[in-house]
C-alpha cells in the first residue's frame, strides 16, 4: 500500500476524526485527502509526475503534511530540506536534489527565503532554477500566513 492509499483508507474510516491539529485549525482525514488531491494536481499541472523529484522548504505547517501525501500520490519524491539551511547550504542541496519543482515559503521569522532566491537565482519566478540548478522549473511559494488550512494554495491555478 502506497503513503497515498494509506490515506484513503484512513479517511474512509476516520473521515471527520482529527490528523492534523495546530494552535488554530484542525484538519481531519478528509480534509487532508482533499488537500492533498488538489495539490496533486496542481503539481502534475506544473509536469509533475512519477519519480520526478520536489523539494520542499517548509516549516511545520499544515502544508507539509498536504504536499507530503500529495507528492506521494503522483508517485513523485518528495524532498524535504531543513529551511534552517544558510543560503550557500540551500543552494547545495537544491543543486544535489534533482527537483524539477521547488516549493517554499515565503519567510519564517526573521528570515526571508525569497531574498534567499533572488540572491542565487535572479529572475527565478520566470526562470526556475536558471543556471545554477537547471533542472528546477518551477518555484511554487506558499505564504506564511493564513495558509494553514485547506485549499489556502492551489498549484493548478498557477
Known sequence: MTLAQSLDEAASR???RPLVITDSHTHSYRDIQRWSRELAAGLVSLGVGVGDHVAVVLGNFSDFVALKYAIARI???AVPINYSLRRQ???YILGQSDSKVLVTMDRLRDRDYLDDLDALVPGWER???GSLW???RHVVVLPTEGTTRPGALSLGAL
Do not use: K, Y
Open 89 to 91: 547550504e540551500l543552494s
Open 134 to 136: 537547471p533542472r528546477l
Open 127 to 129: 526562470t526556475g532554477g
Open 14 to 16: 476516520f473521515a471527520e
Open 75 to 77: 508517485g513523485a519524491v
